[in-house]
C-alpha cells in the first residue's frame, strides 16, 4: 500500500501501455499502509523537483490531481508544506547534479592543482598529462584567435 521511495525521479519509471514499472526497487520502504500526508508530501515534492521552474501550473495540477486521488483536501498548510520540501528537493538535486558533473568520467577529466580544480572536455584535453595541460593552457589562449577584445558579454 505504501511506498517511501529514496531516489524518485522520472527515470526510475517505464510506462508500459496503462502499467507502470519500477526500476530502482534497492531505493524503495514498503509498508502495509497507507502513507499519511507528512510522509506523502515530501515524495511528491521529490517528483515534482524534476519538473522545470517554469512548469508552476502543472506542478499545482499535479497536487491538486494527487491530493483528490488520495481523497484529500489540498489546503494552504499542504500548498506552505510542499513548497519548503520542494525547495529542499531542488537544493539537494543541484548539489547532487554539481557533484557529478565535478568529476572525472569517461567524458571529462576533473584536475586539482593546488587550490584550483578544473574540469576539461577529454577531447579538447588530448592525451597531454593533466598538469602539464594546466601549465600549456596559457601558450594556447596565446595562439588562439581573439574573438571579441572588450571587457562585455
Not at 508530501?41 to 523537483?49: C, D, K, T, V
Not at 495540477?61 to 494527487?66: A, D, T, V
Not at 489540498?74 to 520542494?86: A, M, T
Amino acid at each position: 500500500k505504501g511506498v517511501l521511495q529514496k531516489d524518485l525521479h522520472l527515470g526510475n519509471f517505464l510506462l508500459g501501455g496503462d502499467k507502470v514499472f519500477a526500476l530502482d526497487t534497492g531505493q524503495m520502504r514498503f509498508s502495509r499502509r497507507e502513507l499519511d500526508r507528512k510522509n506523502s508530501i515530501p515524495q511528491l515534492a521529490m517528483l515534482a523537483s524534476c519538473l522545470s521552474d517554469s512548469n508552476a501550473e502543472f506542478i499545482s495540477m499535479l497536487c491538486k490531481e494527487y491530493f483528490k486521488a488520495r481523497g484529500w483536501h489540498f489546503g494552504k498548510p499542504d500548498e506552505s508544506s510542499f513548497q519548503k520540501q520542494l525547495a529542499v528537493h531542488k537544493k539537494r538535486s543541484l548539489r547532487k547534479g554539481l557533484k557529478k558533473c565535478l568529476r572525472t568520467s569517461k567524458r571529462h577529466l576533473r584536475i586539482k592543482a593546488g587550490r584550483y580544480i578544473a574540469v576539461f572536455d577529454r577531447a579538447f584535453c588530448q592525451k597531454a598529462e593533466p598538469l602539464d595541460f594546466i601549465e600549456q593552457i596559457d601558450a594556447m589562449m596565446d595562439a588562439g584567435q581573439i574573438l571579441k577584445n572588450g571587457d562585455t558579454c
